[in-house]
C-alpha cells in the first residue's frame, strides 16, 4: 500500500474515534444490556417460577436490588475493553471495505458483506473475554456483591483453570452471532448513510450517520437475537455443565422452551444496540479525533 493510500485511510484518527464512540455508547447503554443478560438467561423449569414476570418486572427487581449503581454491574469491563472493540470494529471495516474496492473505485454489496464479516472477526478477540466477564458479573444477585469476584479475580479464576481458553468461553457463539450481526449491519448502514451525502460532497451530516446506525442496527440487532441468546446461555458459568457446545444449546433450548425462546430479549437487544451503533456512528463520524490533532474529517470509507 502507497504512502499516499495511508494518509487518504487515516488510521490513527479512526483509531482514536472508534474508541470515544465506544466508551459514550456503553455509558448511555448498559443499563438495558444489563436487563437483556438477565432477561435471556431465564430458562424454564418445570415447578419453579420465572424470575421476571417481563422487562419492567426486571428492571424494577435490579434497581430495588443495586440501586443505580447497580444498573452498571460489569460495565467497568465493558469500558476498559469497549474502546479498543469498537476501534477494531470499526476501523477494520473501513479498512476491508477500502481494501476490496474494485479498480474504478465501486465496492458492490457482496464484498460489503466481506468486509463486514472481516470486521465480526477481527473483533472477538476482545468481545469474546469482555462478555464472557461482563456477563458474570451481570449475572451476580446484588445481595451477594461482596462475595461474588470482580472482574479481575474472575478472569484470574479462568486462567487458573483453564489457561488463556477459559476466558474464551462461548467463542463459537460471539464468532458466529458478531460475524452475522457485522455482514447484516455494515451494508445497511452504508446504504442508509450515503443517503445523506450533501451534493458535489463525500461529507454526511453527524445526525444522519446517527439515524442510519439505530435503523441498520435494530434491524440487524433482531435478526441475529437467536445467536445471542445461545451466546449468552453458553457464557453464563452456571450453565456450562448443562451445554455442550452451540448445537446443543440451541436444541435443548427449542426442546424445553420453544422457539420463542429464540427472541427472547430481542426488544432490549434492539434497544440496546441500536442506540449503541447510532451514538458510535455519529461519534465516529463527528471526527474528534481529527479536530484534536488538527486534521481534515475524514468522512467514511465509501
Do not use: W
Not at 15 to 27: H, L
Not at 102 to 128: E, M, N
Not at 142 to 163: C, M
Request: aromatic letters at 8%; proline letters at 4%.
Amino acid at each position: 500500500m502507497t504512502t499516499a493510500a495511508k494518509q487518504d485511510f487515516g488510521l490513527l484518527p479512526r483509531v482514536v474515534n472508534g474508541g470515544i464512540a465506544g466508551i459514550v455508547g456503553v455509558i448511555c447503554v448498559f443499563p438495558l444490556d444489563l436487563i437483556k443478560t438477565r432477561m435471556q438467561n431465564q430458562s424454564k423449569i418445570v415447578g419453579q417460577p420465572a424470575a421476571y414476570k417481563n422487562i419492567l418486572d426486571c428492571a424494577v427487581k435490579t434497581f430495588r436490588g443495586g440501586g443505580f449503581i447497580g444498573m452498571y454491574r460489569g460495565s467497568a469491563v465493558n469500558i476498559l475493553l469497549i474502546t479498543p472493540e469498537k476501534a477494531i470494529k470499526l476501523v477494520a471495516n473501513d479498512g476491508f471495505r477500502h481494501l476490496l474496492k474494485t479498480k474504478d473505485g465501486s465496492l458492490p454489496v457482496h464484498r460489503q458483506i466481506l468486509a463486514g464479516a472481516g470486521a465480526g472477526t477481527c473483533q472477538i478477540v476482545i468481545t469474546t473475554p469482555m462478555e464472557l466477564l461482563k456477563i458474570q458479573r451481570q449475572m451476580a444477585k446484588s445481595k451477594d456483591s461482596t462475595q461474588s469476584p470482580n472482574a479481575r479475580q474472575l478472569a484470574l479464576q479462568l486462567y487458573r483453570e483453564k489457561g488463556v481458553l477459559g476466558l474464551y468461553q462461548g467463542v463459537g457463539a460471539t464468532f458466529t452471532r458478531d460475524v452475522v450481526f457485522s455482514m447484516m449491519y455494515f451494508p445497511l448502514f452504508a446504504y442508509f448513510n450515503d443517503k445523506g451525502k450533501t451534493p458535489n460532497s463525500n461529507q454526511v451530516p453527524f445526525y444522519h450517520s446517527f439515524a442510519s446506525g439505530i435503523v441498520a442496527g435494530a434491524i440487524s440487532a433482531f435478526l441475529a437475537t437467536p445467536l445471542d441468546v445461545v451466546k449468552t446461555r453458553l457464557q453464563t458459568l452456571e450453565y456450562k455443565s448443562r451445554y455442550s457446545g452451540m448445537v446443543d444449546c440451541a436444541s435443548k433450548i427449542m426442546v424445553e422452551e420453544g422457539a420463542s425462546a429464540f427472541f427472547k430479549g430481542s426488544l432490549l437487544r434492539v434497544m440496546v444496540i441500536a442506540p449503541l451503533f447510532g451514538i458510535a456512528q455519529m461519534v465516529y463520524y463527528l471526527g474528534l479525533a481529527e479536530a484534536m490533532m488538527g486534521l481534515k474529517p475524514l468522512g467514511s470509507v465509501s
